[in-house]
């Protein structure tokens, strides 16, 4: 059977060529990728692990988050592995979530929800309000974190039913 571009020896050739030398760019990236961009993101604040470094600076939140008109849980060790503490963490579900790293990182409350791994693309991002200390914040995600303030997220996912939250019904006569 015959390939395209294998016929004739010439092509052969250059088809050859082509083809190492793609696989050589190709090993490239992968081993710039991996020993280059992942160390150099892992290192990054909200991605790191705190279990042998010195944090010097620490704060506490409160955090509440409201789905689809009902309060969700807060789980309880979010970014604690086996292998790992991440840099904001909680340790039970009583909302209460800590942040600790060697200086101020300007943590925002997206970086809690990405370590909590919410599902941020199945929420309608236009609906989506964050509250500090009961004021609605302008910021949204990229809300600051700061130290024993309250922070509520309201959510409605992208297939909420929306006609659940309003009577269609007349009122009735008194």
């Excluded at 082509?18 to 992968?30: M, Q, Y």
């Excluded at 996912?157 to 009735?172: A, G, Q, R, V």
């Amino acid at each position: 059977m015959k390939y395209p571009g294998m016929g004739d020896p010439y092509k052969r050739s250059k088809t050859i060529k082509f083809l190492v030398l793609s696989a050589i760019i190709g090993g490239i990236a992968v081993l710039l990728t991996s020993l280059i961009v992942n160390p150099m993101i892992g290192e990054q604040a909200h991605n790191a692990c705190i279990d042998d470094i010195d944090t010097n600076w620490k704060v506490s939140f409160t955090f509440e988050m409201i789905m689809d008109g009902q309060k969700a849980e807060v789980q309880p060790n979010i970014g604690i592995t086996e292998d790992c503490q991440r840099a904001i963490y909680t340790l039970s579900n009583d909302g209460t979530v800590y942040a600790e790293w060697i200086e101020d990182p300007n943590f925002e409350i997206g970086h809690f929800l990405y370590i909590s791994k919410f599902k941020i693309r199945d929420v309608e991002e236009s609906k989506t309000e964050i509250y500090v200390n009961d004021r609605l914040s302008e910021q949204g995600l990229k809300t600051p974190i700061q130290d024993k303030y309250h922070y509520k997220a309201v959510f409605t996912s992208k297939d909420y039913d929306t006609s659940k939250d309003k009577d269609f019904l007349p009122e009735l006569e008194k």
